[in-house]
């Protein structure tokens, strides 16, 4: 609007210059266009939207630089453009037309028909006076409505507390009560009431946004158990004590930080499998318990309830077989148990046989790990025969075929025994049957006895690194000294093949010789011999001592028969003839009358003396091949289970049935009596049973 | 008798009958030897290792001088054993011949 004026103005202008004219209302004039642009673009202070640009409308006037240049001045004046300059009327007193000298230069540019009387006008007089009619009534009313409205309010407050509706009714007659007394009276125009409304011009909204990077961030969760806390403490614990450790000994910085590098290299060893080791080794017995599920139920807690209908007998319960690949060649020649770790055994290969003699193992099994052995030790010579020293079990004595004498320490890695007798050390020259640990001498030194087919029986003591033997006693046919042996009349047999100590009395033993004799010998007295007892008519493949009675022994040999003796007297107490040849006889250790025998019938015998005198309790073949003989038997020092080795490298665990193991029956009211004593007595019983018939010579 | 042994332990372990799988697990989760295919012992491997630690967490909650040794998990077709040792998890799945 301004613009297209102004327009209209400049053209209208450019002729005269100057117009002056009093009541003429003033108009915007500004003198050019630029200058308007400007102003319009001042008014912008954004400047994005026009920065320096013009805003050309589409019909803008075109004008040259020349014209644009020249300067037009421009007068404000107060003279209505657009009045008339001259009126002209007519006048009836000159009868002529006249023009006016004064035009009206009033210029009205708005008109709003307002609402709003004078107070003092006639209209509003008027109107005040009939508005006043009306107040007095509404006064009147009002008055005593408010008198009531008063009253009502305060009763309402009293009785509603407060409802908003009935409040706001009481408040609008008072409200306009109050503007009736308070304020004066608007007059309000009734027919012409209108309201207008203007918006202002809204500014569009922009957003400005800026946005750091964010700082780095990570999760870190973690918990408090007890075993933190309990692990932190004891972190805290150990690094107290080190810098204790450090303060007190500054020259022991060295050794510290050796053992920080072998620390070092102990944790360095990552992904190495052998970290999983000891765990690998439970799972292999968790495996194989597993499989062997029932077997291991069975070691457990299985007994035989058929043994009530069987009289007297009883039955052996093959439990775990035992062998080994490496090792199918060879036969069993010695069998001993663990005593400190029950369920560990070790097994002796090797071979009777005098021309299939090679190489030889001394294996420990595990009755938790039936497949695998625990402990293996190959050696060049077969072995014969091996014992565990009593209270260290680590230690093992073997003797070899070929006379040598070792002795393995399991502690040890390493396939080579710690001590081995040598032909300087004094090995024997013919093979070591038997080897037997011995307490320890004045000394301290663990020391073990080997009696061997070159008739010498000898004392071998450990001291430190070396094995110094002593002979003992040399045997003889006649009774001390003795020649050398034939070695093979019959393959497996030979001179001096057994022996074993007295339990109690410790310089008491017996030697069973191949000619059948046994001899009683003390380790004091190296030329004689206590007594010879004729024993047997082959070779004394085993002698035992009874673990209680202090005064009975067993033997057994290859012609078939088992003999027990009682020392003092000269010829056997018992006799039994197995009809096979014997290969070895053991006691058992829970009873004094119960012992075992093992045939090249593959036939297990379990006697009870108590029971059955002449007769076995349990006769049963134990091998699955009628061909294979057993070599070797010894019973489990607390599990009534007994192993029993065979010459086909297989070692089967069995277990007796109860009536194998049987107890003394308690009298009515009276406690068990203790083992030994009870043992000893039914012993003693049976003998005293016998030793009147055996007086009269036969 | 130690790194060999261990080796030669695990393969009868693995020739053992009813075996079905051994998982040796290394202390950062990633499984180190194993006679199943990947993604079983992937499985295997990240499951179990959840389990034997919210084991060990157990009993050591309870006392915190014990520690786990052994876990064991019958279920109806398999016996899963879990040793954790030295970081290391060793994981054997065995079908139990009944």
Same mark, same amino acid.
């Given at each position: 609007?301004?613009?297209?004026?102004?327009?209209?103005?400049?053209?209208?202008?450019?002729?005269?210059?100057?117009?002056?004219?009093?009541?003429?209302?003033?108009?915007?004039?500004? +003198?050019?266009?630029? %200058?308007?642009?400007?102003?319009?673009?001042?008014?912008?202070?954004?400047?994005?939207?026009?920065?320096?640009?013009?805003?050309?409308?589409?019909?803008?006037?075109?004008?040259?630089?020349?014209?644009?240049?020249?300067?037009?001045?421009?007068?404000?004046?107060?003279?209505?453009?657009?009045?008339?300059?001259?009126?002209?009327?007519?006048?009836?007193?000159?009868?002529?037309?006249?023009?006016?000298?004064?035009?009206?230069?009033?210029?009205?540019?708005?008109?709003?028909?307002?609402?709003?009387?004078?107070? %003092?006008?006639?209209?509003?007089?008027?109107?005040?006076?009939?508005?006043?009619?009306?107040?007095?009534?509404?006064?009147?009313?009002?008055?005593?409505?408010?008198?009531?409205?008063?009253?009502?309010?305060?009763?309402?407050?009293?009785?509603?507390?407060?409802?908003?509706?009935?409040?706001?009714?009481?408040?609008?007659?008072?409200?306009?009560?109050?503007?009736?007394?308070?304020?004066?009276?608007?007059?309000?125009?009734?027919?012409? *009431?209108?309201?207008?409304?203007?918006?202002?011009?809204?500014?569009?909204?922009?957003?400005?946004?800026?946005?750091?990077?964010?700082?780095?961030?990570?999760?870190?969760?973690?918990?408090?158990?007890? $075993?933190?806390?309990?692990?932190?403490?004891?972190?805290?614990?150990?690094?107290?004590?080190?810098?204790?450790?450090?303060?007190?000994?500054?020259?022991?910085?060295?050794?510290?930080?050796?053992?920080?590098?072998?620390?070092?290299?102990?944790?360095?060893?990552?992904?190495?499998?052998?970290?999983?080791?000891?765990?690998?080794?439970?799972?292999?017995?968790?495996?194989?318990?597993?499989? *062997?599920?029932?077997?291991?139920?069975?070691?457990?807690?299985?007994?035989?309830?058929?043994?009530?209908?069987?009289?007297?007998?009883?039955?052996?319960?093959?439990?775990? #077989?035992?062998?080994?690949? #490496?090792?199918?060649?060879?036969?069993?020649?010695?069998?001993?148990?663990?005593?400190?770790?029950?369920?560990?055994?070790?097994?002796?290969?090797?071979?009777?046989?005098?021309?299939?003699?090679?190489?030889?193992?001394?294996?420990?099994?595990?009755?938790?790990?039936?497949?695998?052995?625990?402990?293996?030790?190959?050696?060049?010579?077969?072995?014969?025969?091996?014992?565990?020293?009593?209270?260290?079990?680590?230690?093992?004595?073997?003797?070899?075929?070929?006379?040598?004498?070792?002795?393995?320490?399991?502690?040890?890695?390493?396939?080579?025994?710690?001590?081995?007798?040598?032909?300087?050390?004094?090995?024997?020259?013919?093979?070591? $049957?038997?080897?037997?640990?011995? +307490?320890?001498?004045?000394?301290?030194?663990?020391?073990?006895?080997?009696?061997?087919?070159?008739?010498?029986?000898?004392?071998?003591?450990?001291?430190?690194?070396?094995?110094?033997?002593?002979?003992?006693?040399?045997?003889?046919?006649?009774?001390?000294?003795?020649?050398?042996?034939?070695?093979?009349?019959?393959?497996?047999?030979?001179?001096?093949?057994?022996?074993?100590?007295?339990?109690?009395?410790?310089?008491?033993?017996?030697?069973?010789?191949?000619?059948?004799?046994?001899?009683?010998?003390?380790?004091?007295?190296?030329?004689?011999?206590?007594?010879?007892?004729?024993?047997?008519?082959?070779?004394?493949?085993?002698?035992?001592?009874?673990?209680?009675?202090?005064?009975?022994?067993?033997?057994?040999?290859?012609?078939?028969?088992?003999?027990?003796?009682?020392?003092?007297?000269?010829?056997?107490?018992?006799?039994?003839?197995?009809?096979?040849?014997?290969?070895?006889?053991?006691?058992?250790?829970?009873?004094?009358?119960?012992?075992?025998?093992?045939?090249?019938?593959?036939?297990?015998?379990? *006697?009870?003396?108590?029971?059955?005198?002449?007769?076995?309790?349990?006769?049963?073949?134990?091998?699955?091949?009628?061909?294979?003989?057993?070599?070797?038997?010894?019973?489990?020092?607390?599990?009534?289970?007994?192993?029993?080795?065979?010459?086909?490298?297989?070692?089967?665990?069995?277990?007796?049935?109860?009536?194998?193991?049987?107890?003394?029956?308690?009298? #009515?009211?009276?406690?068990?009596?203790?083992?030994?004593?009870?043992?000893?007595?039914?012993?003693?019983?049976?003998?005293?049973?016998?030793?009147?018939?055996?007086?009269?010579?036969? | 008798?130690?790194?060999?042994?261990?080796?030669?332990?695990?393969?009868?372990?693995?020739?053992?009958?009813?075996?079905?799988?051994?998982?040796?697990?290394?202390?950062?989760?990633?499984?180190?030897?194993?006679?199943?295919?990947?993604?079983?012992?992937?499985?295997?491997?990240?499951?179990?290792?959840?389990?034997?630690?919210?084991?060990?967490?157990?009993?050591?909650?309870?006392?915190?001088?014990?520690?786990?040794?052994?876990?064991?998990?019958?279920?109806? #077709?398999?016996?899963?054993?879990?040793?954790?040792?030295?970081?290391?998890?060793?994981?054997?799945?065995?079908?139990?011949?009944?």
């Amino acid at each position: 609007m301004p613009v297209t004026n102004n327009n209209n103005a400049s053209q209208a202008k450019k002729g005269p210059n100057v117009q002056k004219g009093p009541g003429t209302k003033s108009t915007k004039a500004p +003198s050019k266009k630029k %200058d308007e642009d400007e102003a319009v673009d001042m008014g912008d202070g954004l400047d994005e939207w026009s920065p320096g640009k013009l805003l050309k409308p589409a019909d803008q006037l075109e004008l040259t630089e020349a014209e644009l240049k020249e300067e037009i001045t421009r007068v404000l004046t107060a003279n209505n453009p657009h009045a008339p300059q001259n009126i002209v009327r007519y006048s009836f007193k000159d009868r002529s037309y006249k023009a006016i000298s004064v035009v009206d230069q009033l210029a009205i540019h708005f008109v709003l028909e307002g609402s709003l009387l004078h107070q %003092d006008s006639d209209e509003a007089r008027r109107w005040r006076v009939k508005e006043g009619l009306a107040e007095e009534n509404k006064t009147s009313e009002t008055g005593e409505e408010s008198d009531e409205d008063h009253a009502e309010t305060v009763a309402t407050p009293v009785e509603d507390g407060g409802e908003v509706e009935e409040a706001g009714e009481d408040d609008r007659p008072d409200s306009t009560v109050s503007k009736t007394d308070k304020e004066e009276l608007k007059l309000k125009n009734q027919f012409n *009431f209108s309201e207008r409304a203007s918006q202002t011009l809204n500014n569009p909204f922009r957003e400005r946004r800026c946005q750091t990077e964010p700082p780095p961030r990570s999760n870190f969760s973690s918990t408090a158990n007890q $075993w933190e806390i309990y692990d932190a403490y004891l972190e805290e614990l150990q690094r107290q004590e080190k810098n204790k450790e450090k303060q007190k000994a500054p020259q022991l910085k060295k050794d510290g930080e050796k053992m920080k590098r072998k620390v070092m290299l102990m944790e360095t060893q990552s992904d190495d499998i052998s970290r999983v080791g000891k765990a690998s080794k439970i799972f292999e017995r968790m495996v194989n318990q597993n499989t *062997f599920d029932d077997i291991a139920q069975d070691f457990k807690y299985f007994e035989d309830a058929s043994d009530e209908f069987r009289d007297q007998e009883g039955t052996l319960l093959p439990l775990w #077989k035992f062998q080994y690949d #490496k090792a199918k060649r060879l036969s069993v020649t010695a069998l001993c148990w663990n005593n400190k770790y029950q369920d560990l055994f070790a097994v002796g290969m090797g071979s009777y046989d005098f021309t299939k003699q090679g190489h030889g193992m001394l294996i420990f099994y595990s009755m938790k790990n039936s497949a695998f052995p625990e402990y293996i030790y190959p050696t060049t010579s077969g072995i014969l025969c091996l014992d565990i020293h009593e209270q260290h079990s680590y230690l093992v004595a073997v003797g070899f075929y070929d006379g040598c004498v070792a002795v393995y320490n399991l502690k040890v890695e390493g396939v080579e025994p710690v001590y081995k007798s040598t032909a300087k050390t004094g090995k024997h020259t013919d093979p070591v $049957w038997q080897v037997r640990w011995q +307490s320890d001498d004045m000394d301290n030194n663990h020391n073990f006895y080997s009696v061997s087919s070159d008739g010498r029986v000898v004392s071998w003591t450990l001291v430190k690194n070396e094995l110094i033997f002593t002979d003992i006693i040399r045997l003889s046919v006649n009774g001390a000294m003795s020649e050398g042996s034939d070695g093979a009349q019959l393959p497996s047999i030979a001179c001096g093949t057994s022996f074993d100590f007295h339990k109690q009395i410790d310089y008491l033993f017996l030697v069973g010789t191949e000619e059948g004799k046994i001899h009683k010998c003390s380790k004091t007295y190296s030329s004689q011999v206590l007594e010879t007892y004729d024993a047997h008519t082959m070779a004394v493949d085993a002698v035992k001592w009874n673990h209680f009675h202090p005064k009975v022994f067993l033997s057994c040999s290859s012609d078939w028969t088992v003999k027990i003796w009682d020392h003092t007297i000269n010829s056997p107490m018992f006799t039994v003839d197995l009809s096979a040849g014997v290969g070895d006889v053991a006691w058992s250790p829970y009873s004094s009358t119960v012992f075992a025998a093992v045939t090249t019938a593959g036939i297990v015998h379990v *006697f009870d003396l108590s029971i059955n005198k002449y007769e076995a309790i349990c006769q049963q073949p134990v091998v699955a091949k009628k061909k294979t003989k057993l070599t070797q038997i010894d019973f489990n020092p607390i599990y009534p289970v007994i192993i029993v080795g065979d010459d086909r490298g297989h070692v089967t665990s069995l277990k007796l049935s109860p009536n194998l193991r049987k107890k003394p029956k308690s009298k #009515k009211g009276q406690d068990l009596p203790k083992g030994p004593e009870v043992e000893v007595a039914k012993m003693e019983k049976l003998l005293s049973l016998l030793r009147e018939p055996e007086k009269i010579p036969v | 008798m130690v790194g060999d042994d261990v080796e030669e332990t695990l393969k009868r372990i693995e020739a053992h009958k009813g075996v079905i799988g051994t998982i040796v697990v290394n202390s950062e989760g990633i499984p180190i030897r194993t006679t199943l295919d990947n993604s079983t012992t992937v499985l295997y491997a990240g499951h179990l290792r959840n389990l034997t630690a919210l084991a060990k967490s157990t009993v050591r909650d309870i006392d915190p001088q014990n520690d786990l040794t052994f876990l064991r998990i019958r279920s109806k #077709k398999h016996e899963i054993m879990l040793a954790p040792e030295n970081n290391f998890l060793l994981i054997v799945i065995q079908n139990p011949c009944e």
